[in-house]
């Protein structure tokens, strides 16, 4: 069972800068099996969809279209934590932002209804 705590969120003006992080309760790499963790979002009456995942220990990265550019996802292996820097900040970035993880490959399409760890979220919120 894999516990993720998030933290980071809070409210910024759009342009600003945000810096999320997920703490696992277990290693997030080991020479036996890859851990996928990233982060998801749902923006007030819409469908949670995916942000940003990384397999941990390779470090493949993968990005929704929308936050190309301007978001970057990383890991601490020692500390067991991923962090999602988010720059460049706009609006419609505002949602409830959820860690997630599996076991496996990584994929960032999608709701993530495949993931089977969650944390409990952390809002953000971006004003004009």
């Known amino acids: 069972q894999v516990q993720l705590v998030e933290s980071g969120g809070g409210s910024v003006q759009a342009g600003g800068s945000l810096r999320l992080s997920c703490k696992a309760s277990?290693?997030?790499?080991?020479?036996?099996?890859?851990?996928?963790m990233g982060w998801f979002r749902q923006p007030p009456g819409q469908w949670r969809e995916g942000v940003a995942v990384i397999s941990t220990g390779p470090g493949s990265t993968y990005y929704a279209d929308s936050v190309k550019g301007r978001f970057t996802i990383s890991q601490v292996v020692s500390e067991k934590t991923v962090y999602l820097q988010m720059d460049s900040l706009k609006p419609e970035d505002t949602a409830m932002y959820y860690c997630?993880?599996?076991?496996?490959?990584?994929?960032?399409?999608?709701?993530?209804?495949?993931?089977?760890?969650w944390g409990q979220g952390t809002q953000v919120t971006v004003s004009s």
């Open positions: 277990v290693s997030i790499y080991d020479r036996y099996s890859t851990l996928c």
């Open positions: 997630a993880a599996k076991y496996g490959s990584c994929v960032v399409a999608g709701s993530g209804f495949d993931y089977n760890y």
